[in-house]
Nanobody, 116 residues
Framework: QVQLVESGGGLVQAGGSLRLSCAAS????????MGWYRQAPGKQREFVAG???????NYADSVKGRFTISRDNAKNTLYLQMNSLKLEDTAVYYC??????????WGQGTQVTVSS
C-alpha cells in the first residue's frame, strides 16, 4: 500500500488561491492513477480531479477552469492548484492513489476553508 501525506491546506478568502501537495512513499511512476477528492461537513466524499500515469486529466464540473492537477514524478508528488476559490470549495481534501493492481490508498486529508 502507498503512504500518502497531504499538505498545503489552510484558510483563504474567496477568490484566492491555494496549492495542495500529496507526497507518496513510493515512485508514482508505478501508480496507475492519482486523484483528489473532498468531503464537506455533512456531505459524501466527492471526486475533484484525477490524473493517470500517462498524464491524462479529468475534473469535476464544479472545478473545471479553476483547479489544475499535476504530478512531479521526480519528487513523487501530486499537486492541486486551486484558483478562484469559492465558499463551496470548503472541505477536507484527500489524495488517492490506485496501483495497477487495483489497490487504493488514501491520505489523512488536509482542511481547506474559504471565507467571505
Amino acid at each position: 500500500q502507498v503512504q500518502l501525506v497531504e499538505s498545503g491546506g489552510g484558510l483563504v478568502q474567496a477568490g484566492g488561491s491555494l496549492r495542495l501537495s500529496c507526497a507518496a512513499s513510493t515512485t508514482i511512476l508505478s501508480i496507475h492513477a492519482m486523484g483528489w477528492y473532498r468531503q464537506a461537513p455533512g456531505k459524501q466524499r466527492e471526486f475533484v480531479a484525477g490524473i493517470t500515469s500517462g498524464s491524462r486529466t479529468n475534473y469535476a464540473d464544479s472545478v473545471k477552469g479553476r483547479f489544475t492537477i499535476s504530478r512531479d514524478n521526480a519528487k513523487n508528488t501530486l499537486y492541486l492548484q486551486m484558483n478562484s476559490l469559492k465558499l463551496e470549495d470548503t472541505a477536507v481534501y484527500y489524495c488517492n492513489a490506485v496501483t495497477s493492481g487495483g489497490i487504493s490508498s488514501w491520505g489523512q486529508g488536509t482542511q481547506v476553508t474559504v471565507s467571505s
